[in-house]
T-cell receptor, first 116, second 113 residues
Framework: GAVVSQHPSRVICKSGTSVKIECRSLDFQATTMFWYRQFPKQSLMLMATSNEGSKATYEQGVEKDKFLINHASLTLSTLTVTSAHPEDSSFYIC????????????FGSGTRLTVV | SQQGEEDPQALSIQEGENATMNCSYK?????LQWYRQNSGRGLVHLIL?????REKHSGRLRVTLDTSKKSSSLLITASRAADTASYFC?????????????FGTGTRLQVML
């Protein structure tokens, strides 16, 4: 089945630094990937839609200069949290839509970001 | 916001009992999906039901969809301790090329031995 690999699973960084999270589709090509943010015991909130070869589409309220998304190939999308602050600490998850006839979307295992 | 509401927020049952979770949403949809999330992990797709379908089964899972009430339910029969997780419904709108998912608030299910 479809597999989405997300790295790192956990990262701790200092305030003011940048962190890059990678999301790879291992056995299929994903022209579109999605990035979500999840706070403890809460639902997933879509941050942006990552389109291969073009600019990402950000949801309302998400700072595009803060959360840089690059989708340079059909199997790799990256999310870079720039100038991180403690309030950016969260669980970030990527996903890609499965190719028919497989239904639904495949999610990465998530990245726990802690900014200290 | 399209985000759905799920109830209950938390559910605790004994192993062997059935668990029912409900999801309501606000606008027309193309399909509705249910996902499971173990603590600190990604989501796993469970089942998809299209807007023209009313009921679907997959193993111990039964999903219903009532588009007139904009609601769906997920029933897990004969629950097991391993079913302990958070369950989310997610909708896909009928238009747009991105087909992005909009998640409900989730139900935390605990199945006790």
């Amino acid at each position: 089945g479809a597999v989405v690999s997300q790295h790192p699973s956990r990262v701790i960084c200092k305030s003011g630094t940048s962190v890059k999270i990678e999301c790879r589709s291992l056995d299929f090509q994903a022209t579109t990937m999605f990035w979500y943010r999840q706070f403890p015991k809460q639902s997933l909130m879509l941050m942006a839609t990552s389109n291969e070869g073009s600019k990402a589409t950000y949801e309302q309220g998400v700072e595009k200069d803060k959360f840089l998304i690059n989708h340079a190939s059909l199997t790799l999308s990256t999310l870079t949290v720039t100038s991180a602050h403690p309030e950016d600490s969260s669980f970030y998850i990527c996903s890609a839509r499965n190719r028919p006839p497989v239904a639904g979307y495949t999610f990465g295992s998530g990245t726990r970001l802690t900014v200290v | 916001s399209q985000q759905g509401e799920e109830d209950p927020q938390a559910l605790s049952i004994q192993e062997g009992e059935n668990a029912t979770m409900n999801c309501s949403y606000k606008t027309s949809i193309n399909n509705l999906q249910w996902y499971r999330q173990n603590s600190g992990r990604g989501l796993v797709h469970l089942i998809l039901i299209r807007s023209n379908e009313r009921e679907k089964h997959s193993g111990r899972l039964r999903v219903t969809l009532d588009t007139s009430k904009k609601s769906s339910s997920l029933l897990i029969t004969a629950s097991r301790a391993a079913d302990t997780a958070s369950y989310f419904c997610a909708t896909v709108l009928p238009t747009g090329t991105a087909s992005k998912l909009t998640f409900g608030t989730g139900t935390r299910l605990q199945v006790m031995l």
